[in-house]
């Protein structure tokens, strides 16, 4: 199939569209390079470079590559961020997003993947989370996933347009090729691995004192390539449906950070911060859903190997992508 890969200079949709072309399918990325990075694009990849708010970028980029499906992960997706400039979340998460519904639908194009997030569902009232737990967001970033996901929903009942939200918990790990380096990285696992190179002094822990076994927060990881598995089993669906997407086990901040120091041999040195407020103490994905309708396994669902594959790209890469 030719997909359509919004956001593919990114982290995650660098490694998904080198996936699909490994499997033998061909690949357009569409970015403006924001906050992807040019030295991530897959060179056997077609790239425009372009921005979703802009209807004269994403409508003839749309036109001219005719794709069959269209895997859309372009988005803001800093959680604090969200929380002190809404409207860049709105405009560029929501707005963008429904420019490029628009060009789809122009296009004839009816097949569509969307990155959403757990954050959808804010505080979870139980623990595995499956996909009827109510969605209530506690942040901007993860209300504009929510309405992206019902504005979804009205442009299948009018246009036919098939769409299949993944719910991603936290993706983690990395090609040999590509990686995680976020322009603002937030993300536990590359920081601590920022530390073990002697990049960072010390990793913030944000509380301790949760009621979790060790206080700390637990979070689901899923492996990137285990993600990237998932969207192309998505492919093959001919109505919509929402998926959690994890691997159906927690870890927490200092369960990661030990093992972090037996994959990298550094000491990684801790600080307790104060908690962070609308942290959520357990996110934990139940994959029930994903595995019995897809077929979907994750292939590598230990942390350990997870955390061996981010440390060999970091150590490859020690400057991320240098940009
Ligand atoms: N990283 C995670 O653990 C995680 C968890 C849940 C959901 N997600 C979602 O997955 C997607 C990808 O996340 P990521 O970690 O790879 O983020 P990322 O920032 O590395 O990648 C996003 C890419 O989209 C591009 N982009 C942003 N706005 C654009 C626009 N208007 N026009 C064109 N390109 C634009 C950026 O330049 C960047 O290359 C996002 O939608 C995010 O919300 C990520």
Known sequence: MHIF????????????????????????????????????????????????????????????????????????????????????????????????????????????????????????????????????????????????????QWYDKIHGLVHTNLRYFNAAGASVRFGEDHRIETHLIPNVLKVALGQKEKVEIYGDKYATPDGTCVRDYIHILDLAEAHMLALGRTTSASYNLGSGEGFSVRQVIDIARKVSGAAIPVIVQPPRVGDPPRLVASSHKITSELGWRPKHPRLQPIIESAWAWHKAHPHGYGD
């Open 5 to 152: 890969v919004t956001g593919g200079a990114g982290y995650i949709g660098s490694i998904c569209s080198e996936s699909l072309i490994d499997h033998g399918h061909t690949v357009t990325i569409f970015d403006n390079l924001t906050e992807g990075h040019r030295a991530a694009l897959d060179p056997r990849a077609k790239f425009v470079q372009g921005d979703l708010n802009l209807r004269d970028d994403i409508f003839p980029a749309l036109a001219a590559a005719k794709p069959d499906a269209v895997m859309h992960f372009a988005a803001n997706a800093l959680v604090g961020e969200s929380m002190t400039n809404p409207s860049k979340y709105y405009r560029n998460n929501v707005g963008g997003g429904i420019n490029l519904l628009d060009a789809m639908i122009e296009a004839g194009v009816k097949k569509f993947i969307f990155s959403s997030t757990c954050a959808t569902y804010g505080v979870p009232e139980k623990i595995p989370m499956d996909e009827r737990l109510p969605q209530k967001p506690i942040n901007p970033y993860g209300h504009s996933k929510l309405i992206f996901e019902q504005i979804l």
